[in-house]
């Protein structure tokens, strides 16, 4: 059975950190790239980053470069999002999901295969 659990969410003060994880079961974990993806109320899903399983390459969407940092322990099968500077328009509930590609990776949520069940993030003022 293919798992995605993230976890580490939480509520934190502006200009706060946290460090979500992604623990994969069920899969080639390898084979795949992970993603982290966000959702606001009322807002539409965002990618937030990727992290593709050949070489390691990375994407951040422009509104978390230089404050997220995406990390893979392929010996774990997990992928972290540390977050950094945290801003009131950070607070979502965050999503991890595997897409079966070697290469590269997208921010585009329609590509991946397999979701995880979500971790609210708070970010107060």
């Known amino acids: 059975e293919v798992q995605l659990v993230a976890s580490g969410g939480g509520l934190v003060q502006a200009g706060g950190s946290l460090r979500l994880s992604c623990a994969a079961s069920g899969f080639t974990f390898d084979d795949y790239a992970i993603g982290w993806f966000r959702q606001a109320p009322g807002k539409e899903r965002e990618g937030v980053s990727c992290?593709?399983?050949?070489?390691?390459?990375?994407y951040y969407a422009d509104s978390v470069k230089g404050r997220f940092t995406i990390s893979s322990d392929n010996a774990k099968n997990t992928v972290y999002l540390q977050m950094n500077s945290l801003k009131p328009e950070d607070t979502a509930v965050y999503y991890c999901?595997?897409?079966?590609?070697?290469?590269?990776?997208?921010?585009?949520?329609?590509?991946?295969?397999?979701w995880g069940q979500g971790t609210q993030v708070t970010v107060s003022s």
């Open positions: 992290i593709s399983s050949s070489d390691g390459s990375t």
């Open positions: 999901a595997a897409d079966h590609s070697v290469y590269y990776c997208s921010g585009y949520g329609g590509e991946y295969d397999y």
